[in-house]
């Protein structure tokens, strides 16, 4: 499974940016996708997570109210829509996958054994 991240930049305060996370080769109807980001000197952490099969949808309390991960399926393709944006958001955003994840799990990162590259959004107060 390859993972393709975009859509990332540097964006004022208030401001959104979408992100999106193609996948191909060997995907699963079964995939849970989630969204994880590193800020410089942090460690990885949770922002959001779809079920690929019914859209069930997990997100960190940080970004609830702000983001929005949605899916196409026609296009193998997660979306994290990110309105609102604050300083604290900045960060490397990286997009994972890994099939039949359950809904208690979706924010556990070792739960992912696929990764794309990650895209860097910027965001000056």
């Known amino acids: 499974v390859q993972l393709q991240a975009s859509g990332g930049g540097l964006v004022q305060a208030g401001g959104s940016l979408r992100l999106s996370c193609a996948a191909s080769?060997?995907?699963?109807?079964?995939?849970?996708m989630g969204w994880f980001r590193q800020a410089p000197e942090k460690e990885r952490e949770f922002v959001a997570a779809?079920?690929?099969?019914?859209?069930?949808?997990r997100y960190a309390d940080s970004v609830k109210g702000r983001f929005t991960i949605s899916r196409d399926n026609a296009k193998n393709t997660v979306y994290l829509q990110m309105n609102s944006l604050k300083p604290e958001d900045t960060a490397i955003y990286f997009c994972?996958?890994?099939?039949?994840?359950?809904?208690?799990?979706?924010?556990?990162?070792?739960?992912?054994?696929?990764w794309g590259q990650g895209t860097l959004v910027t965001v000056s107060s």
């Open positions: 994972a996958a890994d099939e039949s994840i359950i809904m208690s799990s979706m924010a556990v990162e070792y739960q992912y054994a696929h």
């Open positions: 080769g060997r995907t699963s109807s079964r995939f849970v």
């Open positions: 779809i079920k690929w099969s019914g859209g069930s949808t």
